[in-house]
């Protein structure tokens, strides 16, 4: 839907993503998962789309190379949760596990990656709900 002399935005985002990035996750849904910037197949295949906007990792970890994909692949998984098309009841601890994997792979250490994990675990659920679904503004307000 086009606008006139304002325009609606959504707030909060660090980092667009270039290419399309692609990976195989544990988390398989009943159904294949399509959105406008979201793909999750019934195999696991996740397709981020290029142009996706995320905030980077959360909370006090400083955004690194070594994080950074697995913050991107986390943040995806949570907004589909948020969107109501992935359970977080049954797919939030599989999300956490693979930031924590990801971030593994990717050179953090694993104390550091547990760490993360932990705090994820204590402290992410409100992140996969819809109340923190990003709200669309508007500019100029009136």
């Known amino acids: 839907m086009a606008t006139e002399g304002y325009i609606r935005y959504r707030a909060e985002y660090k980092y667009q993503l270039a290419n399309s990035?692609?990976?195989?996750?544990?988390?398989?849904?009943?159904?294949?998962?399509?959105?406008?910037?979201?793909?999750?197949?019934?195999?696991?295949n996740l397709l981020v789309k290029k142009g996706y906007a995320w905030d980077g990792p959360s909370g006090p970890v400083i955004d690194?190379?070594?994080?950074?994909?697995?913050s991107l692949v986390h943040d995806a998984l949570y907004?589909?949760?948020?969107?109501?098309?992935?359970?977080?009841?049954?797919?939030?601890?599989?999300?956490?596990?693979?930031?924590?994997?990801?971030c593994k792979?990717?050179?953090?250490?694993?104390?550091?990656?547990?760490?993360?994990?932990k705090v994820l675990r204590k402290?992410?659920?409100?992140?996969?709900?819809?109340?923190?679904?990003?709200k669309v503004q508007r500019a100029p307000e009136t």
């Open 21 to 44: 990035y692609k990976l195989n996750v544990s988390i398989r849904p009943n159904s294949d998962i399509e959105t406008d910037f979201i793909d999750l197949d019934s195999n696991g």
């Open 123 to 134: 402290f992410g659920k409100p992140a996969a709900s819809l109340q923190n679904k990003k």
């Open 79 to 102: 907004q589909l949760m948020r969107n109501k098309k992935l359970s977080p009841r049954t797919h939030r601890k599989a999300a956490d596990q693979l930031f924590k994997d990801i």
């Open 105 to 117: 792979e990717d050179g953090v250490s694993n104390f550091r990656a547990s760490a993360y994990y």
């Open 64 to 70: 690194t190379e070594e994080n950074m994909r697995a």
